[in-house]
């Protein structure tokens, strides 16, 4: 993942929203968990979180990332390199945890799992995560629908419609994972013509062009219903509930799961 990854951050600033999270997002996680005096652990470097809480930690296994994208330490924040599946934090000694769009960077239902698990097992008993979502809706888009949508000026970037594209071709697959070569193939098949795209959107060809990260990578992501990310939480945690990130496009597809109360299996 960590090529995958470098060759987003080479990208950074051609990407907006929902992938990079708008200023309603980062005032629903200080909402949702109350961060104005906690010390955050954040998976990730997503730099417009980064001035959340009192401190804050990120964990990323990227140095590269690190270099491109954490805005830089200081005496209330630093960056560090590690493995979000063991976290480099004693048992129940985490305030508080966030991460954005990290479970949809797992390949599997079983890493989402782990993932939770080593969540849980960070935490304090009084301790509370939130991470925000890209779920598939109840009743999945068709590719035409997408299409005509995005013609017709209904998405608001083409970020939005990349997740849009992915989440058609999920299909049946299971964990409801794509490898993100497939969302590019899905891409070409519904918007062959990029200039076509670019005209009728505005979007500049170099924006529509970050799409092409995604040509042999070996990631894949995974754009679960929220009905089942609360059903694989309920494992890990005894409260778990959705709240809203906002009105920004696509937000009703990008709720945060709020975790509260760890479940201990040690």
């Known amino acids: 993942m960590t090529e995958h990854w470098n060759a987003i951050r080479r990208h950074w600033q051609l990407l907006g929203s929902p992938l990079r999270p708008p200023l309603e997002v980062v005032q629903a996680y200080d909402r949702e968990l109350e961060l104005g005096r906690s010390h955050v652990v954040m998976l990730g470097v997503t730099p417009e979180l980064a001035g959340l809480g009192a401190a804050m930690t990120s964990v990323d296994e990227s140095a590269d990332m690190i270099a491109g994208i954490w805005p830089g330490d200081t005496d ?32 599997s239902a079983d890493l989402r799992r782990t993932l939770l698990a080593s969540i849980a097992r960070a935490l304090k008993a009084n301790g509370r995560a939130a991470i925000r979502l890209y779920t598939s809706p109840a009743t999945g888009d068709q590719p035409q629908d997408v299409r005509a949508l995005a013609l017709s000026g209904g998405v608001s970037t083409f970020h939005e419609l990349k997740w849009r594209v992915a989440m058609t071709a999920t299909g049946g697959a299971p964990d409801y994972t794509i490898p993100v070569t497939g969302i590019l193939e899905q891409f070409h098949r519904i918007f062959p013509d990029r200039e076509e795209l670019s005209t009728r959107t505005g979007w500049e060809l170099p924006v529509i062009g970050t799409i092409d990260v995604y040509r042999n990578s070996s990631a894949a992501y995974s754009f679960a219903p929220a009905e089942a990310l609360i059903v694989e939480a309920q494992m890990f945690f005894d409260d778990v509930r959705l709240a809203s990130t906002g009105t920004y496009g696509l937000a009703e597809r990008c709720p945060l799961l709020v975790l509260r109360s760890p479940k201990r299996r040690d």
Do not use: H
């Open 76 to 107: 209330t924040r630093k960056a560090v390199r590690g493995d979000w599946f063991d976290l480099p934090f004693p048992v129940a000694s985490v305030d508080a945890l966030i991460g954005d769009g990290c479970l949809s960077v797992m390949g």
